[in-house]
């Protein structure tokens, strides 16, 4: 079947040269959104030396809250709030909030590139969760996918070693609330408005957040930690934006492997900011990682391509 021409500022264009072109903006949006998260967690590693976590936390979540309804709220008013789920997104919130936590506190003590990569297991984690607790059959292949995701985390924490110690399985628990996040995130998204979902998340994780305030502010010693915090609340903020334009234009299917270039733009930062590089074989668990993720969302892409057979009785 030919491709139907349309005409768009002048020329004429495909219908299949304009999904190319919503798949290539929906990439390059994935790669933006990647930089800002690997930027936030480079400012949130800076700031944790001299901001109590919890007062980090809540900026990140205020700031989050403020620009999305003095960017939002003007343009569509009531229709933002409208919501059949409020307690589905309460608990997105918290999730989201017990991440960002969890976050802060692995990043006190691991290395920025070898953090990014045992977060990014999050999308295998999914695989996980859709079998045990949403009773979703999961492939064989799959689950060797999960294996491998979890050995590559094994290599980078290194149990038994003189670097380890139980904080190092923060970011598991991170792993964990991330991926009840994300199941969460997908069945809300088939039908709520996902600019609602964006802003009902910021001030769930203020409101909550607001709970510890008083007893975890202190004064600042100058303004460049003002300015390190205001960073942290703008990266998360445009960061989380620019996926929801990137998943309005590609599925997700198409775009996860791309989310792994947070791994690179973590090692950039690590290196610039921190003078570190990982080691051999951080760098090995790392890639097996990026490779067991990016092969589990082709394998989702070849699934949807090929029609699932009737099992047999």
Known sequence: MSAVPQVRNGAVHSTRDIGSERILAGIGLVLLAVACFATLDTATKISVTAVPILMGVWFRYAFQAVA???????????????????????LRGALLLTTSVLAFFSLRHMPLPEFTAIVLIAPLAVTLLAATALGEQVSALRWSLVAGGFAGTLVILRPGGDAFGW?????????????????????????????????????????????????????????????????????????????ILAYQRAPASTLTPYLYAQIAFAMLGGWFVFSRVPDHVSLFGMGLIAICGAAGAWLTVRERRVPIEPAES
Do not use: D
């Open 68 to 90: 999305t309804t003095a960017v939002l709220l003007p343009r569509y008013g009531t229709r933002l709030l409208r919501t059949a789920h409020p307690k589905f997104h309460a």
């Open 167 to 243: 904080v190092m399985l923060l970011p598991l628990g991170l792993v964990i609330s991330n991926a009840w996040f994300q199941v969460l995130t997908s069945r809300l998204a088939r039908t709520e408005n996902p600019l609602a979902m964006h802003f009902y998340t910021g001030w769930v994780g203020t409101l909550i957040a607001s709970c510890a305030l008083p007893f975890a502010w202190q004064a600042l010693p100058s303004w460049h930690w003002w300015a390190l915090l205001c960073l942290m609340g703008l990266m998360g903020t445009v960061g989380h934006f620019m996926l």
